[in-house]
């Protein structure tokens, strides 16, 4: 199942664990705090404890959203790549 996951946290050193955990469960970043993949609900539900334990007690937002088939087809995308100098 397609999975999006967004955080918001203020210690960088966190922040790059978190996105560390993301990238190996196979998510692939589309932004700075954002992440897009395939994750089975087991997957879901372990990434969440392994995120909830890099935050620790330290202020963060971290929100895993799953998208049915019917939600990921309906999505509008708009990506403008920058040209190169030259």
């Known amino acids: 199942m397609k999975c ?4 918001d946290i203020p210690d960088d ?3 790059t664990k978190v996105a560390d955990v993301c990238q190996d469960y196979g ?4 932004q700075y705090s954002a992440f897009l993949g395939d994750l089975e609900k087991t997957h879901q539900e372990e990434l969440m404890i392994k995120l909830a ?17 019917t939600d990921w087809r309906g999505r509008k995308v708009i990506i403008l ?3 190169a100098d030259g």
């Not at 998510?27 to 589309?30: A, E, F, G, Q």
């Not at 334990?53 to 049915?68: D, H, S, V, Y």
């Open 27 to 30: 998510l692939d970043r589309i």
């Open 53 to 69: 334990r890099r935050l620790g007690k330290k202020p963060g937002n971290i929100q895993l959203f799953p998208l049915c088939e």
């Open 4 to 7: 999006l996951l967004v955080y």
């Open 13 to 15: 050193s966190i922040r």
């Open 81 to 83: 790549e920058a040209k």
